[in-house]
């Protein structure tokens, strides 16, 4: 069974760029969610998407965004890049239902601001 | 707050036991959790704990839990070289009507020869 799958590996943008990060999850999971790994500061709950639908988010600004589609993969969009956005983003998935350590996580994006 | 705190680094021999260490915030957290991140791999639950359980024991981990404390730790017995990697200690945090999982900074653990 493929695991969560996330693209592309690494990008690279300059201040006020935009970035879009993907994720597919495990097929049959209808949870997405989103996290930020900086440097120092951990993992950051960013966004949690289920059935195509926001269910919860972290304290994040607005330009952070993102969506899910009929399929259940999802996007993570970043508006406005700061320095300080320049981090692992992970995504993981979960089925309907389950618990919050059933989360399967994906292998990140590494975005860098430059 | 939501602060989970660990210490960032942590150093043993091979064969030695690994103790990481954990505070989190919330009381009322359900379960917590170890996560073990790899260099280029996402994030593997080792394990978790009922907040109702003083200790859980899984091969080599032995998790241990004091409520009272808000304290949480994870002993790797027998550590191996490929035990190295860095440890998040989670704990689930309800916000309004969902919950969430609020992570530590993670431990880098280094199991030296």
């Known amino acids: 069974e493929a695991g969560v799958t996330q693209s592309p590996t690494h990008l690279i943008k300059t201040r006020g760029q935009q970035a879009t990060l993907r994720c597919s999850p495990i097929?049959?999971?209808?949870?997405v969610y989103w996290y930020q790994q900086a440097l120092g500061l951990g993992l950051q709950f960013l966004l949690w998407y289920d059935e195509g639908e926001e269910r919860n988010r972290g304290n994040f600004p607005p330009r952070f965004s993102g969506r899910q589609f009929p399929n259940y993969s999802s996007e993570l969009n970043v508006n406005a890049l700061e320095l300080e956005d320049s981090a692992l983003y992970l995504c993981?998935?979960?089925?309907?239902?389950?618990?919050?350590?059933?989360?399967?996580f994906g292998p990140g994006t590494r975005l860098t601001v430059l | 707050g939501e602060d989970v705190e660990q210490s960032l680094f942590l150093s043993v021999r091979e064969g030695d036991s690994s103790v990481i260490n954990c505070t989190y915030t919330d009381s009322s957290s359900t379960y917590l959790y170890w996560y073990k991140q790899e260099p280029g791999a996402g994030l593997q639950l080792l394990t978790y704990i009922f907040s109702n359980m003083d200790m859980k024991q899984d091969q080599r981990l032995t998790v241990l839990l004091n409520k009272k404390d808000k304290h949480l730790s994870l002993r790797i017995a027998d550590t191996q070289t490929g035990d190295s990697a860095i440890y998040f200690c989670?704990?689930?945090?309800?916000?309004?009507?969902?919950?969430?999982?609020?992570f530590g900074t993670g431990t880098r653990l280094q199991v030296t020869l």
């Open positions: 993981a998935s979960s089925a309907l239902g389950a618990a919050l350590h059933e989360q399967f």
């Open positions: 989670a704990e689930s945090m309800k916000t309004g009507t969902a919950s969430k999982l609020t």
């Open positions: 097929s049959g999971h209808t949870s």
